[in-house]
């Protein structure tokens, strides 16, 4: 699981009777001030500075910079990969927590260990290996050129690389939570004459729905953002094989610093979505 | 004896789906991750040993192998420190803001590396917000390793914060209050009865973070500078070596990293059932 945070719900604390096991009020304050600033440091003032050095030169740049024809094919670009790679990945996910939670056999350790492997790779090496594979000295490489196929540096290698990358997400997000929900309420579906795709939809997927939705958002949270992977195998074609984050540092070495944070901030942005997202999801399954 | 076996039998088939999910998964698995990752073991590049061990064992491979570890460690270890002082303050204390509190922690999760690494070199840069106290006082961040160690803390902390935190959460309050009414101070309870029970806990968030460490990419590209021998790191000496279409170099170096992280996927997988063990 080396990669993902789980879905984190917070349970209720019980309340502690004897004053001898709390800390005094003075010692609480301290420690809590002290994480606030601990917090502030290292996660707030990060995106404070995106918000202001995207805005520093105010908002006609700004706004210059996310209508410029190579921000916007970038964006959609993004869009696209997301779009493609995220249903894949969704369907993967579901379909694979649904054979190793609903069913055993053996090696079921193994291949939920194989699932994890993209999150322990590092994106350099997903990217690498599709270059290795397609690209011009790769093992498809020669066929692919004697047939015109471009699959490197072109929308399809940022496609396989992105789902490398994200290809656990879903899966990860479902497998504990179906594990928990155990089989019986699917049998009782079944023996009460339900179909399989009806046990599913009716049975299984209204269990399953916030973890499931949790699990998107991660992954389209980073396939939107993926950096390391996609930019081994885009080639940096303006206007062409640059997505968002390739976008960001494209400005940010052109040293125009305000449109590259300005493009920044539409993936902090992303971020910050994916974040409320899920703090609403996670008091969602407290109820 | 008889009928529970049946009845183990028989659950094992009333659920449909097990061929199609199976066979679809495995298909899946296969294409996208296992074919692809198995180009670098039975590589195309004609990667023979002896050129292995020669980009393996150069001087500029070395220093970026322990210029990614020894900074991933050192981020890993403070993220250890830190996260526990996050994860208690948001367990054990009820203060405003906390929802915020809480949600921010998973902001590096979600944030794009790519605009991390920007922001935090734009902080810690010698012109920058932080950067220019530092500068006058003698330290620099930005270009150094330091740069490198800040940037893979801020990428780690969710991790260590989120695997404590649940353990926190459930660790029985009866033991401290029996360590308190023994005479134990406060300090010395966390001491000797609560921090014992969050030892496999920080040690799989270290771990966790370590490993995540090692391999980021997009975060570290910009405030590292990328010299070579002092603050480059493997995945970049990987990203570089393929620029220069060295397919074999980088296959070599890649091969090493993915050693390491298999090795540290084994370390977090048999922590994380230790922990499961203890906590029973």
């Given at each position: 699981?080396?990669?993902?945070?789980?879905?984190?719900?917070?349970?209720?604390?019980?309340?502690?009777?004897?004053?001898?096991?709390?800390?005094s009020?003075?010692?609480?304050?301290?420690?809590?001030?002290?994480?606030?600033?601990?917090?502030f440091?290292?996660?707030?003032?990060?995106?404070?500075?995106?918000?202001?050095?995207?805005?520093?030169?105010?908002?006609?740049?700004?706004?210059?910079?996310?209508?410029?024809?190579?921000a916007?094919?970038?964006?959609?670009?993004?869009?696209?990969?997301a779009?493609?790679?995220?249903?894949?990945?969704?369907?993967?996910?579901?379909?694979?927590?649904?054979?190793?939670?609903?069913f055993?056999?053996?090696?079921?350790?193994?291949?939920?260990?194989?699932?994890d492997?993209?999150?322990?790779?590092?994106?350099?090496?997903?990217?690498?290996?599709?270059?290795?594979v397609?690209?011009?000295?790769?093992?498809?490489?020669?066929?692919?050129?004697?047939?015109?196929?471009?699959?490197?540096?072109?929308?399809?290698?940022?496609?396989?690389?992105?789902?490398?990358?994200?290809?656990?997400?879903?899966?990860?997000?479902?497998?504990?939570?179906m594990?928990?929900?155990?089989?019986?309420?699917?049998?009782?579906?079944?023996?009460?004459?339900?179909?399989?795709?009806?046990?599913?939809?009716?049975?299984?997927?209204?269990?399953?729905?916030?973890?499931?939705?949790?699990?998107?958002?991660?992954?389209?949270?980073?396939?939107?953002?993926?950096?390391?992977?996609?930019s081994?195998?885009?080639?940096?074609?303006?206007?062409?094989?640059?997505?968002l984050?390739?976008?960001?540092?494209?400005?940010?070495?052109?040293?125009?610093?305000?449109?590259s944070?300005?493009?920044?901030?539409?993936?902090?942005?992303?971020?910050?979505v994916?974040?409320?997202?899920?703090?609403w999801?996670?008091?969602?399954?407290?109820? | 004896?008889?009928?529970?076996?049946?009845?183990?039998?028989?659950?094992?088939?009333?659920l449909?789906?097990?061929?199609?999910?199976?066979?679809?998964?495995v298909?899946?698995?296969?294409?996208v991750?296992?074919?692809?990752?198995?180009?670098?073991?039975?590589?195309?590049?004609?990667?023979?040993?002896?050129?292995?061990?020669?980009?393996?064992?150069?001087?500029?491979?070395?220093?970026?192998y322990?210029?990614s570890?020894?900074?991933?460690?050192?981020?890993?270890?403070?993220?250890?420190?830190?996260?526990?002082?996050?994860?208690?303050?948001?367990?054990?204390?009820?203060?405003?803001?906390?929802?915020?509190?809480?949600?921010?922690?998973?902001?590096p999760?979600?944030?794009?590396?790519?605009?991390?690494?920007?922001?935090?070199?734009?902080?810690?840069?010698?012109n920058?917000?932080?950067?220019?106290w530092?500068?006058?006082?003698?330290?620099?961040?930005?270009?150094?390793?330091?740069?490198?160690?800040?940037?893979?803390?801020?990428?780690g902390?969710?991790?260590?914060?989120?695997?404590v935190?649940?353990?926190?959460?459930?660790?029985?309050?009866?033991?401290?209050?029996?360590?308190?009414?023994?005479?134990?101070?406060?300090?010395?309870?966390?001491?000797?009865?609560?921090l014992?029970?969050?030892?496999?806990?920080?040690?799989?968030?270290?771990?966790?973070?370590?490993?995540?460490?090692?391999?980021?990419?997009?975060?570290?590209?910009?405030?590292?500078?990328?010299?070579?021998?002092?603050?480059?790191?493997?995945?970049?000496?990987?990203?570089s070596?393929?620029?220069?279409?060295?397919?074999?170099?980088?296959?070599?170096?890649?091969?090493?990293?993915?050693?390491?992280s298999f090795?540290?996927?084994?370390?977090?997988?048999?922590?994380?059932?230790?922990?499961?063990?203890?906590?029973?």
């Open positions: 699981m080396a990669g993902t945070v789980p879905l984190y719900v917070p349970r209720p604390q019980k309340n502690v009777s004897s004053p001898a096991a709390t800390e009020a003075a010692v609480k304050w301290i420690l809590i001030t002290a994480a606030g600033l601990v917090l440091w290292l996660i707030a003032l990060p995106l404070i500075v995106v918000l202001t050095e995207a805005l520093k030169k105010g908002w006609d740049v700004y706004l210059a910079a996310l209508t410029d024809p190579d916007r094919s970038a964006l959609r670009l993004t869009l696209l990969v779009v493609i790679t995220v249903p894949l990945n969704t369907l993967f996910g579901v379909s694979a927590a649904w054979a190793v939670t609903k055993r056999f053996r090696g079921k350790g193994f291949l939920i260990t194989l699932i492997l993209p999150f322990a790779v590092s994106p350099v090496i997903g990217g690498l290996i599709f270059v290795l397609f690209g011009a000295h790769g093992w498809f490489g020669p066929w692919l050129s004697a047939h015109d196929i471009k699959i490197v540096f072109a929308l399809p290698g940022i496609i396989l690389a992105t789902l490398f990358v994200t290809f656990p997400f879903v899966a990860r997000e479902l497998i504990p939570l594990e928990d929900q155990g089989t019986q309420e699917e049998e009782a579906a079944i023996t009460l004459g339900a179909r399989g795709w009806q046990v599913f939809f009716r049975v299984t997927l209204p269990n399953i729905k916030w973890g499931l939705l949790y699990g998107i958002i991660l992954c389209n949270a980073r396939a939107m953002g993926e950096f390391g992977a996609v081994v195998v885009s080639g940096h074609i303006r206007g062409e094989t640059n997505t984050p390739l976008h960001v540092e494209i400005l940010y070495n052109e040293y125009q610093f305000s449109a944070f300005a493009v920044a901030s539409l993936l902090l942005l992303l971020a910050l994916t974040m409320i997202m899920k703090s999801l996670s008091r969602k399954n407290v109820h | 004896m008889n009928a529970v076996t049946n009845t183990t039998a028989a659950k094992r088939r009333v449909p789906g097990f061929g199609l999910t199976m066979g679809c998964s298909l899946y698995l296969s294409l991750v296992l074919l692809p990752l198995s180009a670098l073991l039975f590589n195309s590049t004609g990667l023979s040993w002896a050129k292995f061990w020669d980009v393996a064992t150069d001087a500029r491979v070395l220093a970026s322990r210029v570890l020894s900074t991933a460690a050192a981020a890993a270890f403070v993220d250890a420190i830190l996260g526990l002082l996050l994860a208690w303050v948001l367990v054990r204390y009820e203060f405003p803001g906390k929802r915020i509190f809480d949600a921010l922690i998973d902001l999760f979600a944030l794009p590396t790519a605009v991390a690494g920007v922001s935090l070199t734009a902080l810690y840069a010698p920058g917000w932080i950067g220019s530092l500068e006058p006082l003698g330290l620099k961040v930005a270009f150094t390793p330091l740069g490198i160690t800040l940037a893979l803390m801020f990428i902390i969710p991790f260590v914060v989120r695997t935190q649940p353990v926190l959460e459930d660790l029985d309050r009866d033991a401290e209050e029996a360590s308190a009414t023994l005479g134990a101070g406060r300090l010395r309870t966390f001491r000797k009865v609560i014992p029970e969050l030892i496999p806990p920080l040690l799989t968030g270290f771990a966790l973070a370590l490993a995540r460490g090692i391999g980021e990419f997009g975060s570290v590209v910009f405030i590292s500078g990328n010299m070579p021998m002092r603050t480059e790191i493997a995945p970049l000496l990987i990203m070596k393929l620029e220069q279409y060295d397919y074999a170099g980088a296959t070599a170096v890649a091969l090493l990293l993915l050693l390491i090795l540290l996927l084994l370390v977090i997988n048999t922590l994380q059932r230790w922990a499961r063990k203890t906590s029973r």
